[in-house]
């Protein structure tokens, strides 16, 4: 199907150029509904050739499925909050069709996202470097070819190298070699991060399009359909996480229930309280979690106020000034002007701050007992709470740190939890346990 | 009583001691009208979103206000100024910077010198402890060259990275190559260690080599009978350490009797010697800096450039004060 600056790309990858595609909103005003109706089932699917199938056809069916997200993104263009909501969804359907795959496909999609430059293959980083055997030298095993079982997909554990710029995460976390600027590691370990660079990249091109459709009323009217279709999608799939703005109930402010919240903002506002300060990446997910409870850019002004200890001997309309810029930023009225959702559990795990991918698991009870001791106002061991706990560490040690959230909240509110994957999932569950969303409900029936 | 800066001496200082070269040789002369200064005018007054035209200009406000302190921070699309701040404009590039004070190693100093003011020559090792071991690590595993090392004027050594990939390198960036580089959390406090890295092998090698050697040659026998080695197991690691030139990872391992918990020795190692840097002065782009060349008004002395290959040798009791130069 072409290529985009000189690096052939797979037709799954919606990022590329496709020729031969004209626009016709009208014609695309389907494809992008069904688009919509599979992300609002959270289904992901591949878009693999098989033999059987046509180049034409394969063509068409290829031109359809990019249709369909041309059309989304001119859609959410103009409202940053069904951007956010496009994005990740997006980003969640590539993620999926980057790991399943193939390995040489992998590498060109890498080499388009970091560019020719900043990904290479350790025998060009060898070039580059001139000098050899970089893996052999510093103990790393050599590539060897391993099958991914559940899928049938053939992977390689091969190692790339990425130029460090790109990869904060990996770095910040110590996961690669890092030699002469470049990280290197096996191609797994950079899932995270490409997964981000591919967000950045479609969130970018979205917002190319803002002045596209503004300046077209005809497109604008087209669009309409299209895009209130997605609030009301987009609005299901926030409250199934938690709430919008509009929808919490009015009287306690939320966001002062900090017993509510999952383990992994408790411990933040904690730290927040006895350090005085937070890492940047921490700071952004409380700091938008904490929005998305409903709290204010002037309270949340206040909240890191009165929780900093770096502000000594400033005043709050000086310490305003300081942080101002950093807390209008989560509120998307600053920088980039988007307004961020909180992370999901999975990139928390990745990259911020969770209970149970980041702690000591010897280390996690004291967190769950502190968690009880807040929600029912004295420490105490809960009926099975050996069993849970054993549990939790459990899970922790092998690795699945969101099985042990969901342990965590049927310990603490005696009720298990179906799903979860966000933090405000958590809250949501635990405030309807709490009796505080009764209101909305009635309301609602 | 202690001395303190006066506005006098401050003017004598300034009119003809005060040399440009070592900020000059930090920043660079391009973008100068763009790069952001702040001043401490007097003991209440600090004064920020400044910028000048040319290095008189500069000059001239410093022998008009006769500043405590001197800073400088980002380079920006326009000059800061007060009706056009720091907030309103387009960052453009930051040197990258590293601060290590040794404030962040009061828990483990065994020396007297706990507070604002004091170092002596054990516990400023530390800090050239870190310096080295940043310089390395910058250099090998980041691949940045263009390094300069500036003595604060007080306690600590600030570490300019001038690259220019370094310059431009943004918050998030910086924040990553500051945890790499962090193996120690809320140093004035828990003191958590985290792991020695498994796949940063050049980092974790470093550790062993360059750490460890350091806390061989600076810890007591007692100190290792603490942690399981028996007296004459205790005396022949430091002399082993100490005569090896050279001293590489596989020593390290020989170093550590098979009975001692070899996790215990390489916590101690990490807690006692390894750097701990300040993190939000690495990782804020807008932060102001100390100027080199200038004088550390709670000290007197002089914020000055340290050869880097003389690391090993420098020490603050060598520095001049204002008033010895004036």
Redesign the interface.
């Known amino acids: 199907m072409g290529s985009s600056e000189g690096v052939i790309l797979p037709d799954w990858f919606l990022l590329k150029h496709v020729s031969g595609l004209d626009f016709d909103p009208e014609a695309w005003v389907g494809l992008a509904d069904e688009r919509i109706e599979r992300f609002s089932r959270r289904e992901r699917w591949l878009l693999r050739r098989s033999s059987a199938v046509f180049e034409d056809e394969w063509l068409l069916l290829v031109k359809r499925e990019f249709a369909g997200h041309v059309l989304l993104r001119l859609a959410v263009s103009e409202d940053e909050r069904l951007a956010s909501w496009l994005v990740e969804n997006e980003g969640d359907l590539f993620e999926y069709r980057f790991r399943a795959a193939l390995n040489k496909e992998k590498l060109q999609v890498m080499r388009f996202l970091f560019g020719k430059d900043k990904m290479l293959s350790i025998n060009d980083l060898e070039k580059v470097l001139g000098e050899e055997n970089i893996l052999k030298r510093f103990g790393l095993y050599t590539p060897s070819r391993v099958r991914h079982f559940r899928s049938g997909i053939e992977e390689s554990s091969g190692y790339v190298a990425i130029y460090f710029t790109d990869v904060p995460d990996v770095i910040g976390s110590k996961r690669a070699l890092l030699y002469k600027g470049w990280a290197i590691a096996p191609l797994f370990v950079f899932f995270g991060s490409i997964k981000r660079k591919f967000e950045a990249l479609l969130r970018e091109k979205i917002k190319k399009l803002q002045d596209r459709v503004a300046g077209e009323p005809a497109l604008q009217e087209k669009l309409k359909a299209i895009r209130d279709k997605l609030r009301k999608i987009a609005k299901k799939y926030s409250s199934d996480f938690g709430f919008e703005p509009g929808e919490i109930p009015s009287g306690t402010p939320l966001f002062n229930r900090v017993d509510l919240m999952p383990p992994c903002m408790q411990e933040l506002i904690m730290i927040l309280s006895k350090k005085g300060h937070l890492e940047h990446g921490e700071r952004f997910q409380l700091g938008l979690f904490l929005k998305r409870l409903g709290m204010s850019l002037e309270d949340q002004l206040r909240f890191w106020y009165d929780q900093a200890v770096d502000n000594i001997g400033l005043n709050y309309e000086e310490f305003t000034r300081k942080v101002e810029y950093i807390i209008r930023h989560l509120y998307g009225l600053e920088g980039s002007k988007i307004d961020y959702s909180p992370p999901k559990c999975k990139t928390i795990a990745e990259s911020y701050f969770c209970t149970f991918a980041h702690k000591d698991p010897e280390e996690v009870e004291k967190t769950v007992l502190n968690m009880i001791r807040l929600r029912l106002g004295e420490e105490k061991t809960l009926k099975n709470y050996e069993n849970f706990i054993a549990k939790i560490k459990s899970d922790m040690v092998s690795g699945k740190p969101v099985l042990a959230c969901k342990t965590a909240f049927h310990l603490v509110f005696d009720k298990p939890l179906k799903h979860l994957s966000h933090p405000l999932q958590w809250f949501y569950q635990a405030a309807k346990k709490e009796g505080l969303l009764e209101e909305k409900n009635n309301k609602e029936k | 009583m202690e001395k303190t800066v006066n506005k006098e001496d401050l003017r004598k200082f300034y009119e003809s001691i005060f040399d440009l070269k070592p900020l000059i040789k930090a920043i660079g002369l391009t973008d100068f009208e763009r790069r952001e200064f702040g001043f401490l005018l007097s003991k209440d007054v600090f004064s920020r979103n400044l910028s000048f035209k040319t290095l008189s200009d500069f000059k001239n406000f410093i022998l008009e206000k006769l500043p405590l302190q001197q800073f400088v921070g980002a380079v920006y699309d326009q000059g800061p100024t007060f009706s056009n701040p720091i ?1 309103k404009l387009n960052w453009s590039y930051r040197e990258f910077i590293f601060d290590v004070d040794l404030d962040a190693y009061d828990m483990v100093r065994h020396c007297d010198c706990k507070g604002s003011k004091q170092v002596c020559e054990d516990c400023w090792s530390l800090a050239q402890d870190a310096a080295l071991f940043l310089d390395e690590t910058l250099r ?5 060259e263009d390094l300069i090392f500036v003595f604060s004027g007080r306690r600590g050594i600030h570490c300019w990275v001038r690259d220019h ?1 370094a310059k431009e ?1 943004d ?3 910086r ?3 500051v ?2 580089l962090t193996m120690i959390t ?1 140093e004035k ?1 828990s003191q958590k260690l985290e792991e020695i ?1 498994k ?5 974790r090698d470093r550790v062993f080599q360059k750490i460890a050697k350091s806390f061989f040659l600076n810890v007591s026998k007692k100190d290792l009978n603490l942690l399981g080695f028996r007296p004459e197991e205790a005396e022949k690691a430091i002399e082993f350490v100490e005569s090896k030139e050279k001293f590489s990872p596989e020593n390290y391992y020989k170093t550590i009797p098979e009975h001692v918990d070899p996790k215990r020795v390489s916590m101690a190692i990490v807690l006692g010697r390894y750097p701990r840097l300040d ?2 002065v690495t ?1 804020d782009i807008r932060r102001l800096l100390r100027i080199p060349g200038s004088v550390h008004s709670a000290t007197g002395k002089i914020c000055t450039i340290i050869d880097s290959h003389k690391l090993e040798n420098f020490s603050p009791k060598d520095v001049p004060t204002i008033w010895d130069l004036i």
């Open positions: 907030q090998i595993d980041f691949g940045f990939v390198l918050s998030e960036q924040s990553a190559i945890s790499y809320d406090r890295p796949y940063a092998k050049l980092l993190k939000p990782s």
